[in-house]
């Protein structure tokens, strides 16, 4: 079983930065594919960032250019730096770990952009 805990989110002014942490249990973490996800009040779940376990990023197009996805596998934790926050990146962001017929989910950290 795995465990997932998200950090660091929190309030923020437009133009602001914050860095999420998502820390990890068990000994599969370096072997699959982890992402970033998030989700805004009467939206659906939308794709932010994933890394693959072989460090291959993929982005929404939404937060190119802004938020760089990294992972430590020596620490079975992966980070999203968030830079130049817009209000519309005001969601709960969650971490996720995706292995063969599992998927993981930690609890969600809240993100709000205002000023």
């Known amino acids: 079983q795995v465990q997932l805990v998200e950090s660091g989110g929190g309030l923020v002014q437009p133009g602001g930065s914050l860095r999420l942490s998502c820390a990890a249990s068990g000994t599969i973490f370096s072997l699959n594919a982890v992402g970033w996800y998030r989700q805004a009040p009467g939206k659906q779940r939308e794709l932010v960032a994933t890394?693959?376990?072989?460090?291959?990023?993929n982005y929404a197009d939404s937060v190119k250019g802004r938020f760089t996805i990294s992972r430590d596998n020596a620490k079975n934790t992966m980070y999203l730096q968030m830079n130049s926050l817009k209000p519309e990146d005001t969601a709960v962001y969650y971490c996720?770990?995706?292995?063969?017929?599992?998927?993981?989910w930690g609890q969600g950290t809240q993100v709000t952009v205002s000023s």
């Open positions: 996720n770990l995706r292995a063969p017929g599992n998927d993981y």
């Open positions: 890394i693959s376990s072989l460090s291959r990023r």
